[in-house]
């Protein structure tokens, strides 16, 4: 079989013209999805009933129903439900920031309580308030303990971007289909495609690698 | 004779249906140095640690300087600040370097001035002998270093009373010594502490009174010298005999 893979170089242009879709879903959507992750970590960490039980099933909705559902109800259903229009973009950055929220709200859950017991109790017995021992001893310690799982799930996101394509956001995977249906030329395109992830991904953990090391203990 | 300071009576601590303290009473007078001994699972431990309310006592009272702690609306951050504690895995910050570990509390609680926290950190540091390691973090650090970090750590809040949890059951051998010399220095200096501990040597020579504690109970306890010599109870001679 033939395959022109001069065009793979070709379409990168192509497929930049998404780049920038993919790139803002992704870091609002990550940004989004770190504060919620944060706000229902903790949730998860606390005393108070009704915020445990509210992050505990918004936990559970989003790891029991696929993100590609969860952007199609975002986009098509609920505008339908509530009467509104949703444009694509905030759509595409709900999806991303809910989806990864409910992922991150584990990993911060599972930093926070995998401090060790000494450390509240060496701040109790210094006479530091909840708040100090919270926000000067236990929070900066779950951090370093959670960058591994956070990046691994920035990844992830990043990634999972490219399934907004069903609900008609123009980020790469979209340009790709387009130019394939464009082209015919399905090989080259895709590897392009690919080998754009690829870079990206790269990118990023290199960028998280970077952090992790200057934040070692 | 000294200022009564702490006094514990009649306390009782259970988990479920395991009932790991019973009755037991203390005095501790200014300047005093109690040493707590005893087989693993006495309850020793337990019982440190309800002297701080780390755990809550189930009955029985204790009271420091003549105000019931354990009962009622009692200010435990005060009290936290006026009791410190030296565990036996240290506890350090490890986020933070040896200076910060030692300044952090006072200067949130603003003690002092920031300058003045400072320089009494520096000189703590000096006094444990890491003077040179303040900007050192934790963990490059040997266990004593660690624990006497800890030491200067408790002694930053000007306790009035210092706790010692086992502090040195987690150290090599060798690096044991240190720690006691600093322990028998702050005592010298008539620090009031009470210490739970398998050093027998400290028990025996630096400590003015002793408490053998088994099964949740205090079965011996007095002069430490006299109970070394001739203990009374026959557990506390078999435990010691076996220990010594």
């Given at each position: 079989m033939d395959f022109d893979w001069s065009y793979t170089v070709t379409a990168m242009p192509i497929l930049l013209n998404g780049l920038e879709f993919t790139i803002s879903i992704a870091v609002f959507g990550i940004a989004l999805g770190f504060i919620l992750g944060v706000l229902a970590g903790l949730s998860r960490c606390s005393h108070n009933k009704i915020l445990y039980h509210i992050a505990g099933i918004y936990i559970g909705i989003i790891r029991g129903t696929p993100l590609m559902v969860q952007a199609i109800y975002l986009y098509f259903a609920i505008p339908v439900m509530l009467d509104f229009n949703l444009p694509v973009l905030p759509a595409g950055i709900l999806a991303i920031g809910l989806n990864s929220g409910a992922y991150i709200a584990e990993i911060v859950r599972g930093a926070i309580q995998s401090v060790d017991l000494g450390q509240y109790e060496a701040g109790t017995c210094l006479g530091l308030s909840k708040f100090q021992i919270y926000w000067g001893i236990v929070f900066p310690q779950a951090f370093r303990l959670m960058l591994p799982s956070l990046g691994n799930q920035f990844i992830i996101s990043l990634k999972d971007t490219s399934i907004l394509t069903v609900i008609g956001a123009t980020e790469m995977t979209h340009q790709a289909m387009k130019a394939v249906s464009a082209s015919f030329k399905t090989v080259e395109v895709y590897t392009a495609l690919a080998l754009m992830y690829l870079l990206l991904c790269t990118l990023l953990s290199m960028i998280l690698k970077r952090v992790e090391g200057n934040m070692k203990l | 004779m000294k200022d009564l300071i702490l006094s514990v009576k009649n306390l009782s601590k259970s988990y479920g249906d395991l009932e790991?303290?019973?009755d037991i009473n203390m005095d501790v007078r200014e300047g005093e140095v109690i040493s707590v001994i005893g087989?693993?699972?006495?309850g020793k431990s337990t019982f440190l640690r309800c002297i701080n309310l780390l755990e809550e006592p189930n009955s029985g009272t204790i009271s420091y300087q003549n105000e019931v702690?354990?009962?009622?609306?009692?200010n435990r951050r005060k009290l936290h600040r006026e009791i410190g504690m030296v565990f036996q895995k240290f506890n350090?910050?490890?986020?933070?370097t040896v200076l910060k570990n030692i300044t952090y509390a006072p200067q949130k609680l603003k003690i002092a001035s920031k300058k003045e926290i400072e320089a009494k950190a520096r000189e703590l540091l000096s006094k444990v002998g890491l003077?040179?390691?303040?900007?050192?973090?934790?963990?490059?650090?040997s266990g004593g270093q660690q624990q006497r970090v800890a030491i200067a750590r408790a002694l930053a809040m000007s306790p009035k009373i210092l706790l010692f949890?086992?502090?040195?059951?987690?150290?090599d051998p060798e690096l044991v010594g240190e720690v006691l010399k600093v322990m028998k220095t702050l005592a010298d200096e008539g620090m009031t502490m009470v210490v739970v501990t398998h050093e027998m040597g400290f028990a025996r020579e630096v400590s003015n009174h002793l408490i053998f504690m088994e099964n949740g109970y205090i079965v011996e306890e007095g002069d430490p010298k006299e109970i070394f010599a001739h203990p009374k109870n026959e557990r506390t001679a078999q435990f010691l005999s076996s220990v010594l």
């Open positions: - | 790991v303290l019973k087989p693993s699972g006495s702690i354990n009962q009622g609306k009692y350090l910050f490890p986020h933070m003077a040179m390691k303040a900007d050192e973090m934790p963990n490059n650090l949890d086992e502090p040195t059951s987690a150290l």
